[in-house]
């Protein structure tokens, strides 16, 4: 018996708050729409049962647009900024008014690889779909096949130097009061700074200010970035909601979402530069590609079958940066500059963030080194606890402590 799974079995037991799982406590009271997901791949794997009630009460908070929030408020509590008040759009479950990156689908299909339970499966299928349109109209109206953020916690990336230059354009001013809670339960120097918090409120008030209507938030966003991480997830999502409509002969939408798949595949395609042994995200405001080394470069490991040549540069380019490193993946590459081994998305590793890379590099045949980094992150967590993430430096366990989608990771990866 592995007591690291019994204690993962533990900490999502002491995070339901009645058939959904917050993160962890007091630092993020709600339900967030991606580490839902991950927890309920973690669910599937003992407790099929949990696992739908946690994408069930998810979409809870589905828009009539299709859109699923990046967070549903399902009760409320004092002990986090902002909340129901600050995002203002009056859905009758409060909810905020930005999405997160979709691993529901991919979540659900292997949840319905568990039971074949069909009943239980098609509106989470249907709900899943609907938000992948959503994704399509409300975030590529261009049709360029990658699909853009308007608001960096929308990424899950929340402070990543990816977006430095993007947000720098993005004024500090706010008509919403700015009063962290986050900085009251952790150290301060593990989270984004305080002029990080005064943009991510200007652009709240400013999508609020549109009614957080798709159209004129696409037309006033001073933060527009057609980004590779969700694009490349939300390709693996297209790819898993395929199949689920071919399992459940719904011959119409598989032909739909594969052209999708397709013009995103290679979109994506189009993002590699070999000069940087990575894909990039693009700035649409600027029209610039967004160099900073961060692991969203690598995540399209997960959605394509990538040519050997492409492979080999990216797994080298990883190995160099995990070169030294106690623990592997750092989200930035170490050295730059902008590297900080311990403030959130800036440095640190995340489990979930290597649970996509291992799945990458299996798909693509790197399973030795899909390999090392399971055991990297298995190591960390049985040292540390179910932290957050880790200081990939010294392998400390850091940010919010008894972490729902760390657990759901180790259960998955040990
Ligand atoms: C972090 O983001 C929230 C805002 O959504 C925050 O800092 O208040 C990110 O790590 C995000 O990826 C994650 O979903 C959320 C809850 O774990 O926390």
Sequence with gaps: MNLHIDQAKRILVANDRGGYTVPTDRLYPFQWNWDSAFVAMGFALYDTDR?????????????????????VFHQPSDTYFPGPSVWRTRHTIPTSGITQPPVFAIALRKLHEATGDKT???????????????????????????VALLHPWESGSDNSPAWDLALARVPTTT?????RKDTGHVNALMRPRNEDYQRFIHLVDTYAACDWEPARQ???????????QTTAILL????????????????????????????TRNAILAQWRPDLSRFVSRDLVSGW????????????????????????????????????????????????????????????????????????????GRVDDAEKLR?????????????????????????????SWTAAAYMWLV
């Design 218 to 228: 696409w037309a006033k966003a001073p933060f527009k970035v057609a980004e590779i």
């Design 175 to 179: 008509d919403t009061p700015v009063v």
């Design 375 to 403: 055991k990297s992150t298995i190591t960390a967590i049985e040292a540390e606890g179910f932290a957050e993430y880790f200081d990939p430096v010294t392998g400390e366990g850091c940010g919010g402590l008894g972490f």
């Design 236 to 263: 693996k999502a297209g790819e898993d909601l395929e199949a689920l409509a071919h399992e459940f002969g719904r011959m119409e939408d598989a032909s739909e979402i594969a052209a999708l798949n397709e013009k």
């Design 289 to 364: 590609d967004i160099e900073a080394p961060t692991q969203a470069g690598f995540i399209p490991l997960l959605s394509l079958d990538l040519d050997q040549a492409v492979v080999g540069a990216l797994v080298d380019e990883m190995k160099a940066w995990s070169k030294g490193m106690k623990v592997a993946f750092p989200t930035v590459k170490p050295g730059v500059a902008s590297w900080e081994p311990k403030r959130y998305w800036r440095g640190p590793a995340w489990a979930i963030i290597n649970w996509l890379l291992i799945d990458g590099l299996k798909r693509n």
């Design 51 to 71: 696992a739908y009630r946690e994408l069930e009460r998810l979409i809870e908070g589905q828009w009539t647009d299709g859109m699923i929030p990046h967070i």
């Design 120 to 146: 239980r499966t098609l509106p989470l299928y249907e709900a899943a779909l609907k938000w992948h349109r959503w994704w399509y109209a409300a975030r590529d109206p261009e049709g360029t096949g990658l």
